[in-house]
């Protein structure tokens, strides 16, 4: 099966700079990489996806870029806020038809310093 | 509008007791899930339904866990005779998905089971 790997599993940056949380994946077959967000106490919440076609995505302050001949994926935050502080999941889904689980990495707890 | 409900927020268990946690998902949502997240550790997909249909309970980790959909919106898992490696945190999430496509994965805010 899938096996997504995250690093690092701690981060700390000042608020203000910038964010990368990195994942690598095993099945070459999986087309669709979502990040999520989880506050405490909270569910996961998706803050961006991007799907195999695609090399680049970005949505105001967040982008995501995927690399399928290596099989990786990051996530990059910049011009941080405190209110970025969370723990992050990136995910893969594989593309075999009906399966629509995902696969999670073991999580990246942001921490922004004011 | 309204998202994802999931109850109850907390159960506590004492082992060997059966519990059931109940998930209503987003209204309209085809695809119901149900993954298990221990402490510091990602969701883990335990069981996946389109409408009533159980379409893959590959990641249910013992015979003792059973999800059930029987109208194709509300969602129950039940865990009999519960251990205290099966404390843990209980996501629910619904998406549009139908087969061959690919939607958001809706999220709620999880049941945390506690085993004693």
């Known amino acids: 099966g899938e096996n997504v790997e995250q690093h690092p599993s701690t981060l700390s940056v000042q608020e203000g700079d910038s964010a990368v949380i990195k994942c690598t994946y095993s099945?070459?077959?999986?087309?669709?990489f979502p990040w999520y967000k989880q506050e405490l106490g909270k569910g996961p919440q998706l803050i961006i996806d991007?799907?195999?076609?695609?090399g680049e995505k970005k949505d105001q302050r967040i982008a995501v870029t995927l690399n399928k001949t290596a099989k990786h994926f990051s996530l990059h935050i910049t011009e941080t806020q405190p209110e970025d502080s969370a723990v992050y999941f990136c995910?893969?889904?594989?593309?075999?038809?009906?399966?629509?689980?995902?696969?999670f990495g073991t999580g990246t707890r942001l921490t922004i310093i004011p | 509008g309204a998202g994802v409900s999931q109850s109850p927020r907390y159960k506590v268990a004492k082992r060997g007791q059966d519990v059931a946690l109940r998930c209503d998902p987003i209204?309209?949502?085809?695809?119901l899930f149900w993954y298990q997240q221990a402490l510091g550790q990602g969701p883990e997909f335990l069981t996946y339904?389109?409408?009533?249909?159980?379409?893959?309970k590959s990641g249910l980790p013992s015979d003792r866990f059973f999800a059930e959909r029987p109208e194709g919106s509300v969602s129950t898992l039940k865990i009999q005779r519960t251990q205290q490696e099966d404390s843990a945190v209980y996501l629910c999430a619904s998406s549009l998905a139908r087969l061959g496509t690919t939607d958001t994965q809706y999220f709620g805010p999880g049941t945390r089971l506690t085993v004693l």
């Open positions: 099945d070459s077959a999986s087309n669709y």
């Open positions: 209204s309209g949502h085809v695809s």
């Open positions: 995910a893969a889904r594989l593309s075999n038809f009906g399966n629509e689980k995902l696969t």
């Open positions: 339904f389109q409408n009533e249909a159980q379409l893959d």
């Open positions: 991007i799907r195999s076609n695609v």
